[in-house]
């Protein structure tokens, strides 16, 4: 194992919308940045096809291209981004806050900004896996506008599969709603929404037997877990809401989560419970969840980190 220590001012967790964002600010600020990529540089943004709701970009934009100009902007304002994973934090209130990166690399830092996101959880099926941005996608309001007047389907019982289907409801023919129990999980509000759309049809019961389609999704199979039957039902999009896990396990022993995982911030601000350490993005939004609100907060925590670290100086 290597010895080397390197001191940092601020230390970028990930490089999503959110780290990126909160590197510009960083840098701009002087505190020379040092952001750590992740296993997924570029994060969520980089399994999608078009951006269309990204304000600035009129005619679009693919996902993985936008994170690159995220990331060409940082550097070029000064953050040194870095491929790595960070493996293992010890925080401490004030800090200095120590980081390993790779299991090697030992990184003490004065402020520490969080940006690891989260990941969608998948049903794990190979079609799912091979459709996936031909069809199957885990974000109706990213990618839902693609299927407008054909007919989806969606799997999930919980508040962001009837959000989400909701929001279908308006663009497209017609939503299937694909719920492996009985009942729903989500609120009774969201319910009555969703039972009251003429356009979904909730089919209870039901799990998803496999996505059919070559290059693109044509049709889902599915499976009526209380008779066994199959049918196959023509769909051009599948939609999977089926709850997303925040990437904060390493943190736990540090920081307050709620029961999902998510970590806590203070209201209005980026603040954690410990200090010298925020959090931006999707680590701790279960509720919004895009890009723009990621940068937003990416930006916030940028401030916050940066007016922290000036009013310890002035302190000292
Ligand atoms: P949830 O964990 O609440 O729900 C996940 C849903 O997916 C459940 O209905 C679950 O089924 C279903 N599911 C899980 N695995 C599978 C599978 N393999 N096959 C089929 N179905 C599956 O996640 P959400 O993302 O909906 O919500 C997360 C949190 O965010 C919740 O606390 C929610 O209230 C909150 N939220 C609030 C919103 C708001 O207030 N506007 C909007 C969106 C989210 P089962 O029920 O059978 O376990």
Known sequence: MSTEIEKVECLIIGSGPAGYTAAIYAARADMKPVVYEGLQPGGQLTITTDVENYPGYPNGIMG??????????AVRLGADVRF?????????????????????K????????????????WLGLPSEQRLNGSGVSA????????????????VGAGDTACEEASYLS???????????????????????????????????NTETDEILGDMTVEAVRVKNNVTGELREIPVNGFFVAIGHTPNTDIFKPYLQLDDQGYIITK???????IEGVFCAGDAQDKVYRQAVTAAGSGCMAALDAERWLSARHAAS
Request: net charge neutral; hydrophobic share 40%; aromatic share 8%.
């Open 64 to 73: 993985p291209e936008m994170m690159e100009l995220f990331k060409k902007q």
């Open 84 to 104: 790595g994973m960070v493996t293992s934090v010890e925080f401490t209130q004030g800090g200095p806050q120590k980081v390993t990166v790779d299991d090697t």
């Open 106 to 121: 030992q990184i003490v830092a004065d402020s520490v900004i969080i940006c690891t996101g989260a990941s969608a959880k």
């Open 170 to 204: 308006k663009i497209c023919s017609k939503v299937y709603m694909l719920v492996r129990r009985s009942e729903f999980r989500a609120s009774k509000a969201m319910q009555h929404r969703v039972m009251n759309t003429p356009n979904i049809e909730v089919l209870f």
């Open 139 to 154: 974000c109706a309001v990213c990618d839902g506008f693609f299927y407008r007047n054909t007919d989806v389907a969606i």
């Open 267 to 273: 209201p209005d601000s980026t603040y954690t419970n």
